[in-house]
């Protein structure tokens, strides 16, 4: 079946204190793994798409990287505006569009 | 640009009561969801539509819940009759068609936040 498992559910850390989020997946024949950020009291918001094991994506302090059986997030620097929870899903073979959701990992980055 | 549209953004109802949450998805995307947001479960897919056609329903939890699409611009997620257990946080999110760059991605609305009382 496939799994999506997110770690740790909660992380605090002091601005400029760097860290990692984890994404562990089990799926049949990975077509996607998307990071999402969320907001309390809105959607969730698209960050990144990475498809094939090796692939790195940044956007200003975050970077995603993927293996076969993982995904991080590293966050280089954080700012008290990075706080929010952030969503790891995957998408398996096939040509169904539905995604597997991870339950996410809430961060709060202190001033 | 517009994003995915839901409406209306707060609901507040009593047990028995009919539900019905509204959605316009991005101009110009064939494919629509609807999710289902708890702290205990996350977020899960209740249906998707691809041009305005149910493609998985598996995950709408039981014959009181509805969804349609009627045209490219506007879909439904009906609930009747709604009971405390129904409260959540419902999105709907809407993606580009096949060959379209970012194809596989999901832009979510706003939310519904319902309460059943």
């Known amino acids: 079946e496939d799994q999506v498992t997110q770690s740790p559910e909660a992380l605090r850390l002091q601005e400029g204190e760097s860290s990692s989020l984890n994404c562990s997946y089990t799926?049949?024949?990975?077509?996607?793994l998307f990071w999402y950020r969320q907001d309390p009291g809105k959607g969730p918001e698209f960050l990144f798409t990475l498809y094939s094991a090796g692939e790195e994506k940044e956007k200003e302090r975050l970077k995603a990287t993927l293996t076969k059986k993982e995904s991080f997030l590293h966050i280089t620097a954080p700012k008290p505006e990075d706080s929010a929870t952030y969503l790891c899903a995957v998408q398996g073979a096939g040509n169904n569009r539905k995604l597997i959701w991870g339950l996410g990992t809430s961060l709060a980055v202190n001033p | 640009d517009a994003g995915v549209i839901q409406s209306p953004r707060h609901e507040v109802t009593e047990m028995g009561q009919e539900v019905t949450l509204r959605c316009k998805p991005i101009s110009g995307h064939d494919y629509l969801f609807w999710y289902r947001q708890t702290m205990m479960r996350g977020l899960e897919l209740l249906i998707y539509f691809n041009n305005n056609v149910p493609i998985d329903d598996s995950g709408m939890p039981e014959d009181r819940f509805s969804a349609k699409m009627p045209n490219a611009s506007f879909s439904t997620l009906k609930i009747q009759p709604s009971e405390p257990r129904d409260s959540a946080v419902y999105f709907c999110?809407?993606?580009?068609?096949?060959?379209?760059?970012?194809?596989?991605?999901?832009?979510f609305g706003p939310g519904t936040r319902l309460l059943v009382l």
């Open positions: 999110a809407s993606s580009p068609p096949r060959g379209a760059v970012s194809r596989e991605t999901q832009y």
């Open positions: 799926v049949s024949g990975l077509r996607g």
